[in-house]
């Protein structure tokens, strides 16, 4: 059955395009603070402290745990100063899947051997193509809620005053 012939019905339907524009526009905002402060606050520091490392000692490592490393998840364990050392990898270390035992070379502060990256991570590299990866997505949602405040003040211009 159609509403085409009832009154009102095209105030329903402006309703309704209000409405979902209006969630648009939220949705799309909170993505794009999101996304910034991935990209802000936890991958650009990551590719960051991962370079930092780029001038640390070498050391031959056994990876303890298993899994992808990328979220921080992954421990070695490795020799410096005569002592074994077992740290955790940061967030935004590379790589594919890696099984418990898979020996890795690392790079560590001589002053502070849990400070450590894997020797393929210290250009910062995976993390800073998250971390761009997750600024031009967070801008892309700014601007898509940017156009979505446009539609809602047109729509709300559109409707019939009463």
Wanted: aromatic share 4%; glycine share 12%.
């Amino acid at each position: 059955m159609s509403n085409a012939g009832r009154p009102g019905a095209r105030r329903e339907g402006a309703a309704e395009g209000v409405l979902s524009a209006r969630a648009g526009f939220w949705l799309s905002l909170v993505l794009a603070v999101l996304l910034g402060a991935l990209s802000g606050l936890v991958m650009l520091p990551a590719a960051q402290h991962l370079r930092s490392l780029q001038d640390g000692r070498r050391a031959q490592a056994t990876l303890l745990t298993n899994g992808p490393c990328m979220t921080g998840s992954c421990t070695v364990s490795f020799v410096a100063g005569g002592r074994t050392v077992v740290a955790a990898l940061p967030m935004g270390s590379g790589g594919r899947y890696s099984d418990a035992g898979t020996l890795l070379d690392v790079r560590y502060r001589a002053d502070d051997p849990q400070v450590v990256a894997r020797e393929e991570d210290v250009s910062g590299g995976g993390a800073a193509v998250l971390a761009v990866v997750s600024g031009a997505a967070a801008l892309l949602f700014a601007a898509v809620s940017a156009w979505s405040a446009v539609i809602v003040r047109r729509q709300r211009r559109a409707e019939p005053v009463r």
